[in-house]
């Protein structure tokens, strides 16, 4: 079964730090440039980071620059989100999706919320 | 930075052609894709390349682009397809993907 499960999402103070991870299953991981999207309560989507096949490319949102790191390990099929410096406006649902060509987004995981608060 | 303009809502009935439509500066230049949320749940993509279908998305889905303005089209809409859409192209410029804010499709 084609499918994407995001884990490690929580309650983090102001400051602190998470990881997130995604599993993926059903098909080939390193054929894929995967990516993380996040949505905040109420809002839009917003893009937050991509990241190629072999990790040789990584691009971010100008809000997470400096503070969140994409990665993969395609032995595992997975993809993770280290984030810190976590601020309330980091609070939102992140889906983590596999990119199809020409750049979209094919298949989306079922979300991980995380919740920036003291 | 590249952006795109949806209009927040809109609304139908059932039965009849539901058009939401995403502005952006020569859209008709860029692929356009779409997606579909319902309540708690995930995105699902519903259109890619302007006009493609995925597998599974039925007929009544379809779109189109061109000049500043693309257009996603849902024929013979039904209560299901109640949702909130996006679009979404690739900004070249800044390498990366760009989503539209979204719109409220009521099904009257």
């Known amino acids: 079964q084609v499918q994407l499960v995001e884990s490690g999402g929580g309650l983090v103070k102001p400051g602190g730090s998470l990881r997130l991870s995604c599993a993926a299953s059903g098909f080939t991981f390193s054929d894929y440039y995967m990516s993380w999207i996040r949505q905040a309560p109420g809002k839009g989507l917003e893009w937050v980071s991509y990241i190629s096949s072999s990790s040789s490319y990584t691009n971010y949102a100008d809000s997470v620059k400096g503070r969140f790191t994409i990665s993969r390990d395609n032995a595992k099929n997975s993809l993770y989100l280290q984030m810190n410096s976590l601020r309330a406006e980091d609070t939102a649902v992140f889906y983590c999706a596999r990119v199809g060509a020409p750049k979209y987004f094919q298949l989306w995981g079922q979300g991980t919320l995380v919740t920036v608060s003291s | ?108």
Do not use: M
């Not at chain 2, 009544?60 to 061109?66: I, P, T």
């Not at chain 2, 800044?94 to 804010?101: A, E, I, L, N, R």
């Open chain 2, 1 to 108: 930075s590249y952006v795109l303009t949806q209009p927040p809502s809109v609304s139908v009935a059932p039965g009849k052609t539901a058009r939401i439509t995403c502005g952006g500066n020569d859209i008709g230049s860029k692929s356009v894709h779409w997606y579909q949320q319902k309540p708690g749940q995930a995105p699902v993509l519903v259109i890619y390349y302007d006009s493609d279908r995925p597998s599974g998305i039925p007929e009544r889905f379809s779109g189109s682009n061109s000049g500043n303005t693309a257009t996603l089209t849902i024929s013979r809409v039904e209560a299901g397809d109640e949702a909130d859409y996006y679009c979404q192209v690739w900004d070249s410029s800044s390498d990366h993907p760009v989503f539209g804010g979204g719109t409220k499709l009521t099904v009257l």
